[in-house]
């Protein structure tokens, strides 16, 4: 089945140390997204891409970059985790502009010891 | 700027009935979809129900069902013949015409109980 597939779906991380979340989709969207969640918080838009053209959110900390490498995949890379960085990150794509729904993967829920 | 508003932090219902999630929305643009996520405590954001803001009838699918009343921009889901596996967050999201960044609403946390 055409889906959104995250990897991996827990990570437990040192306080500093780097990590990388991937997330890949089989569903041939334009657009991906990353969102970062907190508990008991609506999904908080990090960065998305539309196509290669890479779109970062005016209050997104330096700490968090992104890379796409072609279509179907997609890269969260958190260069020094903080405490506050624990949370639910999700990825979802979407295949273009104009009220198309997007379609989202089940997380990564990311400890930050 | 677009706004969406869930002011519904939390509902519970009994298995078997209906129940009604509030949500309402603000913006400018003439052309907009409106969706409802459940979120599950697995974590999984899992896509319900669109409606576009030129269609003329409410969107059903299955159990669910938007109330959409656009003088009032509302669009209400609505949750048949609850189950327990309904139990879950909901957020309601608004995505203008020619975008592709929705925004979300803070979301209500439905418990459905035996």
């Known amino acids: 089945d055409a889906m959104v597939i995250q990897n991996p779906r827990y990570q437990v991380t040192q306080f500093g140390k780097p990590v990388t979340l991937s997330c890949s989709q089989t569903?041939?969207?334009?657009?991906m997204y990353w969102y970062q969640q907190k508990s008991s918080q609506a999904p908080k838009l990090l960065f998305h891409?539309?196509?290669?053209?890479?779109?970062n959110e005016a209050d997104t900390p330096d700490n968090f970059q992104s890379r796409r490498p072609n279509t179907s995949f997609c890269f969260l890379d958190i260069r020094s985790p903080g405490l506050g960085d624990a949370a639910m990150y999700l990825c979802?794509?979407?295949?273009?502009?104009?009220?198309?729904?997007?379609?989202f993967g089940p997380g990564t829920r990311l400890t930050v010891l | 700027a677009q706004k969406i508003t869930q002011t519904q932090p939390g509902m519970f219902v009994q298995e078997k009935e209906a129940v009604t999630l509030d949500c309402t929305y603000d913006?400018?643009?003439?052309?907009?979809?409106l969706f409802w996520y459940k979120q599950p405590s697995s974590g999984e954001m899992i896509f319900l129900i669109y409606?576009?803001?030129?269609?003329?009838q409410n969107a059903t699918e299955g159990r669910y069902s938007l109330n959409f009343q656009k003088a009032r921009k509302s669009a209400n889901l609505v949750i048949s013949a609850s189950q327990l596996g309904d139990s879950a967050m909901y957020f309601c999201?608004?995505?203008?015409?020619?975008?592709?960044?929705?925004?979300f609403g803070r979301g209500t946390s439905l418990i459905v109980h035996p």
């Open positions: 979802a794509t979407s295949a273009d502009r104009g009220a198309d729904t997007q379609y």
């Open positions: 569903l041939n969207h334009n657009v």
């Open positions: 891409y539309y196509d290669k053209d890479f779109n």
């Open positions: 913006t400018s643009d003439p052309s907009y979809g």
């Open positions: 409606q576009g803001s030129y269609d003329q």
């Open positions: 999201a608004m995505l203008p015409g020619g975008s592709y960044i929705p925004t």
